[in-house]
């Protein structure tokens, strides 16, 4: 199977313009690239041949008189006559015009498209390029980044395919128009660099000569070509280029222990693409707290100290006498949740203030492991976003595991800790089609599960803030155990705000409730700091995503587009087919990477039973087997096997006659 670059080209010789580049950037992709020379006064054929002789054919018809702005259709016909001719009966064609450039996507992943059964065509996105080569416009008609089009497809979609084009002087389109298109669109950030309108002076020459043609140009093709002048466009950076903006707000009154590992966690966050992130932090102390002023200079050298911009607030004076630790566990009152929920509200505002992607609302004693924060990205779908703005993420939770109660060497009771994270309010952990086993071992085997509750590590996109999720009371709740809580009357008001809330369980987070535990912070702080592999290998655990690119039929005949699929496990012994676990097994973190998927007949979905699709695999992340932090207290983990026993699955009298034979998770 051949991939031929197939491009039309006109007076392209000159320094300032983009046609060498977007040959060579082709022929990274392709085989080779066929050049129409239109008519070109220059030396447009000359340039293109040097370039690669061998993998470059240049073909020059019409000396000098060239086709454009009065009928376009006829070279386009005789280019794909060409490039038809290169590719073969089983080839794809390419086409591309000498100022474009396509991004996003390696060789082996495009031939890897292009090996589908399904489809005979792909789109991607186009950024039209404004000023500099990195942003783009996305005002008023410039919505090829919003709208892919079909630029690679198959060069005989069926065996007797006759090619007939529109007989229009301009845009006549660059495929035949009796091209039977059934397109998929390239996966991840693949997408054209459209350089014509970079530099003022030829955008200047596009409309002068678009403007001209007036007579055989549509009233939406006039006012387009008009807006080419337009002095104020809107210019965003293109996806790869993109700076993800993130605002960390967080209320504080906490000692300096836990403010002291607060930012140690915060400063080693990691990211794979371009992330500013931010801190707002809001002082919320008693003048009575004997650390008030040692936690307040330690914010002070945060300014300093912390990577990204710092901001803290006024203290927001704290009575001293409506919260506090109780004997078994913290106690709150009604007007602590209320000065809670104003203060986050505050935090809001400050995020929609300076627009920033996401605000990562995070309590002061909740410690994350250098990944965490990259983690809700992925399971936000942030790379959906980065490439179409109008997508809104998911509202997501990292997961952590807390004993709520504390237990006294001589207490009897067992009260099993517990996710912060729930089904029903004000704190149910059963419902919706789960049992409490069931969602606290989806949570252990560190799953991304729909909620109803979440709250203390959560990412919130600004499209959510921006449709009014805030912590504003909303109506009284069920009766519970924190049903004043502020987090829950957030949860309920995405709920009508048709808002989804996803709990993220892959991070490690540790939280230091109880400060009878203060004096392990050092060794949970040391724990968290060893996540970051850059491959996994067989026993570890692994995060990814598989994105089935390809459509499936169900039983009605129906044809649709599955979800992507979030998976977590062991390498190894993994619920995925052994060719998927196979190519994890060979990533480096951070890649994706398209193959061929051959489904068994006894595969759990139907629509996919027999049938071989491609799939793009990403690899999030990996890192040594084990259990998150707390809950794998809770745990007994064989030796020999890694098989776990959940001890709230069991009687005392039980875990008492096993406990010799099991080993405590590490």
Same mark, same amino acid.
């Given at each position: ?6 491009? @039309? !080209? =006109?007076?392209?010789?000159? &320094? %300032?313009?983009?046609? $060498?580049?977007?040959?060579? +950037? ?125 630029? @690679? !497809? =198959?060069?005989?979609?069926? &065996? %007797?395919?006759?090619? $007939?084009?529109?007989?229009? +002087? ?126 307040? !200079? ?369």
């Amino acid at each position: 199977m051949k991939i031929i670059g197939a491009l @039309l !080209a =006109r007076d392209e010789a000159s &320094p %300032d313009r983009y046609l $060498e580049r977007s040959i060579r +950037a082709a022929l990274d992709l392709c085989d080779s690239v066929v050049v129409l020379d239109d008519g070109s006064t220059d030396e447009t054929g000359k340039l293109a041949h040097d370039i690669d002789p061998k993998r470059v054919k240049v073909v020059a018809e019409t000396d000098g008189a060239g086709f454009w702005g009065t009928d376009e259709s006829t070279p386009r016909a005789r280019l794909w006559e060409l490039a038809v001719r290169e590719a073969g009966d089983d080839g794809w064609i390419l086409i591309f015009d000498a100022d474009m450039q396509l991004l996003g996507i390696s060789r082996d992943d495009l031939r890897s498209c292009c090996s589908t059964k399904v489809y005979n065509s792909w789109a991607m996105p186009l950024y039209d390029c404004w000023n500099d080569e990195n942003l783009h416009r996305v005002d008023g008609y410039w919505i090829g980044w919003a709208n892919p089009r079909v630029w @690679l !497809a =198959r060069a005989k979609p069926t &065996p %007797d395919f006759v090619p $007939e084009w529109d007989d229009k +002087a301009i845009h006549c389109g660059h495929l035949p128009h009796s091209y039977p298109i059934f397109a998929g669109v390239l996966p991840g950030l693949a997408a054209w660099r459209h350089m014509s309108y970079i530099k003022p002076e030829h955008r200047l020459d596009k409309a002068k000569q678009y403007m001209s043609l007036d007579k055989t140009l549509s009233e939406q093709e006039m006012a387009h070509a008009a807006s080419i002048t337009d002095l104020e466009p809107t210019l965003v950076p293109i996806p790869p280029e993109k700076v993800t903006r993130i605002l960390c707000g967080i209320p504080i009154r906490k000692p300096p222990v836990v403010l002291n590992a607060l930012m140690q966690t915060l400063a080693w966050q990691r990211f794979r693409d371009k992330v500013q992130l931010d801190f707002l932090f809001v002082p919320n102390f008693a003048e009575s707290d004997p650390f008030y002023r040692d936690s307040m !200079a330690l914010l002070e050298d945060a300014k300093r100290d912390m990577p990204g911009n710092v901001t803290i607030s006024t203290n927001i004076t704290n009575p001293g006498n409506d919260y506090g630790d109780g004997a078994i566990s913290r106690q709150w009152s009604k007007p602590a949740f209320e000065r809670l929920a104003h203060i986050k509200n505050g935090i809001i505002q400050e995020a929609l203030r300076g627009d920033y992607d996401y605000l990562f609302l995070l309590d002061a004693d909740v410690f994350c492991d250098p990944f965490t924060v990259q983690s809700l990205l992925d399971s936000a779908n942030h790379e959906r976003y980065l490439a179409n703005p109008r997508f809104v993420p998911p509202v997501v939770a990292g997961v952590y595991w807390t004993d709520w109660q504390w237990h006294y060497p001589d207490s009897t009771d067992r009260v099993h800790c517990g996710p912060q994270v729930w089904l029903r309010h004000p704190y149910k952990l059963d419902g919706r089609g789960w049992s409490e086993t069931d969602f606290r071992n989806a949570l252990v085997h560190r799953d991304r599960v729909q909620v109803w509750g979440l709250g203390a590590c959560t990412l919130i996109p600004r499209g959510s803030l921006a449709r009014g999720l805030s912590f504003d009371y909303v109506a009284e709740l069920p009766p519970g155990p924190m049903s004043e809580g502020e987090d829950r009357h957030f949860c309920e008001r995405a709920s009508r705000l048709h808002i989804s809330l996803f709990a993220d369980a892959w991070p490690d987070i540790y939280h230091a409730y109880h400060a009878q535990e203060y004096d392990k912070i050092p060794e949970m702080i040391a724990r968290l700091s060893r996540n970051g592999q850059k491959s996994a290998h067989f026993g570890d655990l692994v995060s990814a995503r598989i994105e089935v690119l390809e459509p499936v039929t169900d039983q009605f005949g129906r044809v649709f587009n599955l979800e992507p699929e979030w998976v977590r496990g062991r390498l190894g012994s993994m619920d995925v087919l052994p060719q998927i676990e196979e190519a994890l097994g060979q990533m480096s973190v951070g890649d994706s990477r398209v193959i061929r998927v051959h489904y068994p007949s006894n595969y759990i979905l139907p629509q996919l039973s027999l049938q071989t699709r491609l799939i793009r695999l990403s690899l999030f992340d990996a890192k040594p087997f084990g259990l998150p932090p707390t809950i794998d207290r809770e745990f007994f983990v064989g030796g020999a096997s890694g098989r776990k026993i959940d001890t709230t699955t069991m009687t005392q009298e039980q875990l008492e006659e096993i406990t010799d034979d099991g080993n405590p998770a590490d």
